[in-house]
């Protein structure tokens, strides 16, 4: 399993958009049948910290998935939405017969 940890800092003012626009790319990324699992996650102590974690059953999968019109469309809206750089972290699933991975 191949996760990436997509971490999000929003504007004051945009914290609803993103959640709308993420929500809607998990669904469509759930489709794809590399992705395992897309979580949107939300910080307690600060509504404007968010991390996506996202579960492909290898880097291919989450190269394909760059490649869906749903990733661009929340790209796209990033750029209004996130008040600074986003940036990720990749791990491997070191317990692979994990079920709730897919």
């Keep these: 399993m191949f996760i990436v940890h997509?971490?999000?800092r929003t504007?004051?003012?945009k914290v609803q958009d993103?959640?709308?626009?993420?929500?809607?790319?998990?669904?469509a990324s759930l489709q794809e049948p590399g992705c395992k699992r897309f979580d949107v996650i939300q910080q307690l102590d600060d509504p404007t910290q968010f991390v996506l974690v996202e579960g492909y059953g290898s880097p291919?999968?989450?190269e394909f998935h760059k490649t869906?019109?749903?990733y661009f469309a929340w790209k796209e809206a990033m750029e209004d939405i996130q008040a600074e750089p986003?940036?990720?972290?990749k791990y491997q699933n070191?317990?692979?017969g994990d079920e709730s991975w897919g």
């Design 6 to 8: 997509c971490f999000v």
């Design 11 to 13: 504007k004051d003012d």
């Design 18 to 27: 993103f959640i709308d626009i993420s929500t809607a790319n998990s669904k």
């Design 60 to 62: 291919d999968d989450l």
């Design 68 to 70: 869906q019109p749903h």
């Design 86 to 89: 986003r940036y990720t972290r």
């Design 94 to 96: 070191l317990q692979p």
